[in-house]
């Protein structure tokens, strides 16, 4: 079995972060994630995080806890592809209001919002309702995705 890990790169404008091999999403790696966060801040980094959770079945309160730290830090945090079990976690736990969601990558770097990190989108926003600014067959400045290979759990 592989252990689970987070993948990161500098996409100019917001770090984007992947979780590998985390069905289901343990502090660990999001403290990782945390320290990697960091490190890109102190570089003059964008305080703009952006998860992929594909895969992700299931995140623990821990596991949540550090991505509300890294929100407390003044970080603008946009999950997309997320399972509707795990967004039902974030519900719950009455997290939601504190970030973002999109469905794909190409809709949370369309919600970056440079000059306000510290924006909380609560569902009462067009954005949380899934309104994009993304237009069909334009050309698009996102870097390419980051290597992805579908392991088998278990």
Do not use: N
Request: net charge positive; hydrophobic share 45%; glycine share 12%.
């Amino acid at each position: 079995m592989f252990a689970p890990r987070v993948e990161v790169q500098d996409g100019g404008d917001a770090l984007l972060a992947e979780f590998w091999d985390c069905h289901r999403l343990d502090p660990k790696p999001v403290q990782e994630l945390g320290r990697l966060l960091d490190a890109h801040l102190a570089r003059g980094g964008a305080p703009v995080l952006l998860v992929d959770l594909a895969g992700v079945g299931f995140a623990g309160s821990a596991a949540l806890g550090g991505f509300l730290g890294m929100r407390k830090r003044g970080v603008q945090v946009i999950f997309y592809q997320v399972e509707p079990a795990v967004r039902e976690v974030f519900v719950i736990a009455r997290l939601d209001a504190f970030f973002q969601f999109a469905v794909d990558r190409a809709e949370a770097r369309a919600r970056i919002r440079r000059s306000s990190p510290h924006l909380v989108v609560g569902p009462g926003d067009p954005a949380e309702q899934g309104l994009t600014t993304r237009t069909e067959g334009a050309a698009s400045d996102t870097p390419p995705p980051l290597r992805r290979p579908r392991r088998p759990l278990g």
